[in-house]
């Protein structure tokens, strides 16, 4: 359908047309997703200050309208006199590079064995559905802290780990959606018509599960970037000094009777993030998919 | 009935044989304990005798059969740090979690069904928006940030509760309150919708103009076919709770398996980890497992089948 409605849009766009279709669009989740992606592809360049630089003469400074505060760090400084405004821009780096990989990796194992095993049925389908629901019954946080407790923390890790923790829920979601199609008649015609499975599965099959892919998707990255806050929060994800929100949260926590704001800001930040991909998220359900439009 | 709780009683044992394989494997590909263990300056010898000690030398499948027998008999090994079988560790955490575990799956449960069915009765009043708002907010915030803000309002500005600990029943109002926000959004969307499934039913229509009062159109007619869903989400929502404990324990000092597991993987005290993991996994299936049985006790469709 989105393959779909693109074509139609290049064949119809006419300003009318165009602006029906903008009709509805959530302006606000959209500026700041597109804001995130910016800063966290050029954080390094966008960063008024080096976000790694230690400068305890100037530790703690507030907020900028606060008394003793600068419009040089207009968000103030950290415990060892780091710029926090850099590291929030810097820190989005880290959200937005655990996210998309997961995402990626996790929807294609996801999709590939929703339709192989939706598909072909029997064995095979056992097999890989018993796996999405062992998976499912494990308490993925703690078997990241094995995973950390081997190989110690860091990014590569931790998409690995969620990675290994997202795609069964792509599988099971898609599966059922490759059960509904695959009783459909042009999935039959192409049977008699004597296409090999494989081509049933890419061709037929497939281009019909890429809406609740893109759907899924969406709605993931809200989690996939809470759960890495999660992680870095308690010690075992992103390691230091490289900043990332929750290990920020993290390091404030032993401030929050001064200065508060530490552990909050890169709260506050997660919250604009997650909260947009969610109102995206159900935007796009809703869109794309009039089945959805009771719920 | 006796062939259902059969079938779902062997799909739990493999449920957990799987769990201790894919533990068993992420300990023994991600490098030698061993060596792990003794650092990189350590001697050959030492590192063959430890080997040894543990029968890392002995083929995978051998060793795969001597950590499953051993946990079967209750023994997961010493932790590092404490010198403690982690068995009694985790047991003696349990409780603990349990505890802030159920009250606040309580709070979110009432919350989310008292929440739903009033939303689902009303559906685009003030509450409805109210309470989609909440829940909205719910998934998007972080458990640490809503516990860092709690803290800062009624700990450290007001003084009217203690920052972390644990002891009194004032401790555990910030804990379980966090918790329950996180989980209590889940239970709220799905009993409204399964509620407005519901009260579109035939049956409700005849309960009315019966004159069956409305009280009791929604309370008996309608919440009681509605709930099979709502059980179903209430015990997932139980393990995302269960989860959600770790970061909660670790923010207020909460002694339980959470806490536990998080000072095990920064000590890198690994036995104590895998325990957790391993155990907590068990915990979970038997949870679903039993779930699956109140089903079957709720739904006749399900024990006839």
Not at chain 1, 37 to 42: A, E, N, Q
Not at chain 2, 1 to 22: D, E, F, H, N, P
Not at chain 2, 261 to 290: H, K, W, Y
């Amino acid at each position: 359908m989105i393959i779909g409605s693109l074509r139609r849009v290049t064949r119809y766009a006419s300003w009318p047309r165009i602006r029906k279709s903008l009709k509805g669009v959530p302006w606000f989740p959209l500026v700041i997703m597109v804001l995130f992606v910016v800063v966290g592809v050029f954080g390094r360049q966008l960063a008024p200050h080096d976000p790694l630089k230690i400068d305890i003469e100037i530790r703690l400074l507030p907020l900028f309208f606060m008394k003793g505060g600068s419009l040089q760090y207009p968000l103030g400084t950290d415990h060892l006199g780091r710029d926090v405004l850099s590291r929030l821009i810097v820190g989005s780096g880290v959200s937005l590079q655990v996210s998309l990989v997961v995402i990626a990796v996790a929807a294609s194992i996801g999709a590939l064995v929703a339709v192989v095993a939706g598909y072909l049925g029997g064995w095979v389908d056992t097999i890989l559905m018993r796996l999405v629901d062992i998976i499912m019954s494990m308490p993925w946080i703690i078997i990241a802290l094995v995973f950390a407790s081997i190989v110690g923390a860091g990014v590569r890790n931790i998409i690995i780990i969620l990675s290994i923790f997202a795609w069964p829920g792509y599988a099971r979601v898609l599966r059922g959606e490759v059960l509904r199609i695959k009783q459909g008649d042009f999935v039959r015609l192409a049977v008699v018509a004597g296409a090999s499975k494989a081509r049933i599965m890419l061709r037929h099959i497939f281009p019909n599960i890429v809406n609740t892919l893109v759907v899924i998707s969406t709605l993931q990255v809200g989690s996939i970037i809470l759960a890495e806050a999660g992680l870095s929060f308690i010690g075992v994800g992103v390691p230091p000094p490289r900043p990332a929100w929750g290990a920020m949260a993290a390091d404030g926590v032993g401030y929050i009777f001064t200065q508060w704001w530490l552990a909050v800001l890169p709260g506050v930040a997660i919250v604009l993030v997650v909260m947009s991909t969610n109102l995206l998220g159900d935007w796009l359900r809703v869109r794309l998919d009039p089945k959805f439009r009771q719920l | 009935m006796w062939r259902y709780i059969l079938k779902r009683l062997l799909q739990a044992v493999i449920c957990i044989l799987g769990v201790s394989v894919i533990v068993f494997v992420l300990a023994r590909l991600t490098g030698d304990p061993a060596l792990v263990m003794l650092g990189p300056g350590a001697r050959l010898e030492d590192i063959l005798a430890l080997r040894q000690k543990w029968g890392l030398d002995l083929p995978m499948i051998v060793q795969y059969w001597r950590f499953i027998s051993n946990a079967v008999h209750g023994d997961l090994g010493l932790s590092l740090r404490y010198h403690a079988p982690v068995m009694a560790l985790w047991l003696g955490r349990l409780p603990n979690t349990l505890l802030l575990a159920g009250v606040s799956f309580a709070i979110a449960t009432v919350a989310g069904v008292v929440g739903g069915v009033i939303a689902a009765v009303k559906p685009g009043s003030w509450f409805d928006r109210l309470g989609k708002t909440v829940s909205f907010l719910g998934i998007s915030v972080p458990v640490f940030l809503t516990a860092i803000v709690l803290i800062i309002i009624f700990a450290v500005k007001l003084h009217w509760l203690p920052v972390y600990g644990t002891g009194t029943w004032r401790h555990l109002i910030m804990p379980a309150f966090t918790l329950a926000w996180a989980s209590s959004a889940g239970q709220l969307r799905l009993t409204r919708s399964a509620m407005l499934d519901v009260l579109d039913a035939e049956y409700i229509k005849l309960a009315r103009v019966k004159g069956v009062p409305e009280y009791k159109v929604i309370a008996k007619h309608a919440l009681k076919n509605a709930l099979i869903p709502i059980v179903t989400m209430a015990a997932l929502q139980f393990m995302v709770l269960f989860s959600g404990t770790v970061i909660i324990e670790f923010i207020f000092a909460w002694p339980g398996i959470g806490w536990l597991a998080v000072e095990g993987a920064r000590n890198r005290d690994f036995p104590v980890v895998q325990a957790c993991a391993l155990m907590t996994s068990v915990l979970f299936i038997a949870i679903n497992l039993a779930v699956d049985m109140l089903y079957a006790y709720i739904d006749p469709r399900i024990r006839y089948q």
